[in-house]
Structures are given as structure tokens and as C-alpha cells.
């Protein structure tokens, strides 16, 4: 299947604007390029995110993931662009990325990338008996 490019991230109104609520979208089948040797690296990513006024489309995203396929990036420039272009399309409250990337010549790499909006406070947590 031919990917596009620059795929465009879809989104849709969020249906509850007025309330948090996170958003877990796991990938486990994220690949990309080593840039240095052109080798294939493979990752799972686990996207978590409080959605202001709109949400990703997730067929939209899948293309987004699938056009880093033939990219050649280094693991935490790849993570960070990704999260870039995520807060750029849906302006969330709160976004974060992880990134676990496979084994590499015997090292694992986890890059965990965040962003928070200026006027966003995250919700007091509730202690249950």
C-alpha cells in the first residue's frame, strides 16, 4: 500500500468539550529508518491525551504513523515531530508520547515526550477507601 507523504491528521469535534477525560491510542507497530544505517527500527507507541475541541481520526493517524515507514530518524527526533504535529492539528489540554523502541545492538531506547497547555490544570486525583 502506497502511504502519502505528509498524510493529513483528520480530526472531529470532541463530543464532551467541557469535561477531561483522557484518550489512550496505542500503536504497536511503528517503524521508521536508522538514519545512520538505513536499517529498519521498530517501536510501540502509546499516545495519551486530555482533547480540548477536537480529537484525532483514527484511520487519519494510522496513515500519519505508516508515512515514517521509509523516514530515516533518529528515535528522539522522530517521537518529538510526531507529538509536534499532534499539538499543532488538535491544540490538546494535555498530550504525551512514549516511544519503546526495539532492540538495537543490545539497548533499548524509551523516549517520553509532553506538552501541556499554558491555562490547563490537570484534575485532583480521587483517593478511594
Known amino acids: 500500500m502506497t502511504t ?23 500503536i504497536p507497530e511503528f517503524t521508521c529508518l536508522c538514519p545512520k544505517t538505513g536499517q529498519p527500527d521498530f517501536a510501540e507507541l502509546t499516545l495519551e491525551y486530555v482533547p480540548d475541541h477536537c480529537c484525532v481520526e483514527l484511520k487519519a493517524l494510522k496513515l500519519y504513523i505508516w508515512s515514517y515507514r521509509e523516514r530515516g530518524a533518529f528515535h528522539e527526533a522522530v517521537t518529538n515531530q510526531i507529538l509536534n504535529d499532534l499539538i499543532a492539528v ?24 509532553e506538552h501541556r497547555a499554558a491555562y490547563w490544570q490537570p484534575p485532583m486525583p480521587v483517593q478511594l477507601p
Open 4 to 26: 502519502p507523504i505528509n498524510p493529513v491528521l483528520d480530526t472531529f469535534i470532541n463530543p464532551q468539550p467541557e469535561r477531561d477525560y483522557t484518550i489512550r491510542i496505542r
Open 90 to 113: 488538535l491544540q490538546p489540554r494535555f498530550m504525551r508520547l512514549t516511544a519503546v523502541f526495539n532492540v538495537r545492538g543490545g539497548i533499548y531506547t524509551t523516549v517520553t515526550a
